[in-house]
């Protein structure tokens, strides 16, 4: 069963950078796409970006494009969400998921991270 952590969440100031991480342990060779999403208090969830595991091809959603940046370590076992020029809108819980070749879904979730920007 994969299991997915994330890591590096806190609390930035307006206008600041964050870097969260998300390990994927038990069975990631069968992981074809990753994602991030993200859930505010009273909102729904938010898909902010994929990446195909195999080639690196990445997709942002609108509210975070050219301020967010997806990538992966070399193992391909870790992915990453570089956040810059952070608002307090970007406050929220965010989630790496991630979903196996030839699966319509996401099924594998990370427990979330909490964010915090304040201005």
Do not use: H
């Amino acid at each position: 069963q994969v299991q997915l952590e994330e890591f590096g969440g806190g609390s930035v100031q307006a206008g600041g950078s964050l870097k969260l991480a998300c390990t994927a342990s038990m069975g990631n060779y069968r992981l074809c796409e990753k994602a991030w999403y993200r859930q505010a208090p009273g909102k729904e969830r938010e898909l902010l970006s994929t990446i195909i595991v195999s080639e690196g091809t990445k997709k942002y959603g609108n509210s975070v494009k050219g301020r967010f940046t997806i990538s992966q370590d070399y193992a391909k076992t870790v992915i990453y969400l570089e956040m810059s020029r952070l608002e307090s809108e970007d406050t929220a819980v965010y989630y790496c998921a991630a979903k196996r070749c030839g699966e319509p879904s996401f099924g594998f979730w990370g427990p979330g991270t909490q964010v915090t920007v304040s201005s």
